[in-house]
């Protein structure tokens, strides 16, 4: 999870998307926009359990200045109230779980707060954003784009073969058009590893459950 955090910063801050547009046009010229180095950005993360604390040092390795807001800081990296972090961060990427406390997170007002030109990362839960406010920030160039692996409305679209079906969901049709935005169909836990990690929890848990040890 955490290395697909990092190359979906590497590629809206790069602008992979705009790149392989030109490429599959074939349109071999630079773009307009020169992309940017993690090393002169300042990244925060919102959320340090488990995968925000992988994130963060998988970080350290760019030389990039790391932020982190958590109600329960751990991880030994510079935290800040969640305000100070939005104005200071060119990168703001989420890792908190989803409950009433963290639901629209960054909403309209949250994010007109962040700098501007500044990127979104979402591979946590869709509605940790107001995808409403989210899109009128990025096509008005507030931010200057997004990397979702998750989305408001997902169900029944991600994990379905849709080619042949008109886009219904209005914000994703304007997402997937826009050049600055990478989406992808919740797919960052989807390795090898992750899911042999899985199957073996998952087993690891029904022994101790009936052995009635602690799960």
């Known amino acids: ?75 030994a990296v510079d935290h800040v109230p969640l305000d100070d972090l939005l104005r200071q961060s060119d990168i703001v990427t989420l890792h908190t779980p989803l409950n009433a406390d963290t639901y629209h997170l960054l909403d309209r007002r949250r994010i007109a707060r962040m700098k501007r030109g500044a990127y979104v990362v979402n591979t946590g839960r869709g509605a940790l954003l107001d995808t409403g406010a989210l899109v009128a920030a990025l096509e008005s160039g507030a ?23 008109p886009v219904e969901n209005g914000h994703l049709a304007r997402l997937r058009d826009l050049p600055n935005v990478f989406v992808s169909p919740h797919t960052a836990f989807y390795t090898d590893h992750a899911l042999s990690d899985t199957v073996e929890n998952c087993l690891v848990n029904c022994t101790n459950f009936v052995r009635g040890n602690r799960v």
């Open 1 to 75: 999870m955490a290395d697909y955090v990092l190359m979906s910063m590497l590629m809206v801050v790069r602008g992979a998307k705009a790149t392989i547009r030109r490429v599959d046009s074939h349109d071999y010229r630079l773009g307009e926009v020169r992309g940017k180095e993690l090393r002169d950005l300042t990244v925060g993360v919102v959320g340090t359990g488990r995968i925000g604390t992988a994130v963060v040092s998988r970080l350290r390795g760019f030389g990039c200045r790391i932020l982190a807001h958590d109600t329960r800081p751990g991880v």
């Open 143 to 165: 931010l200057g784009g997004a990397a979702l692996d998750v989305l408001e409305g997902e169900e029944g679209i991600f994990y379905a073969d849709r080619r042949d079906e």
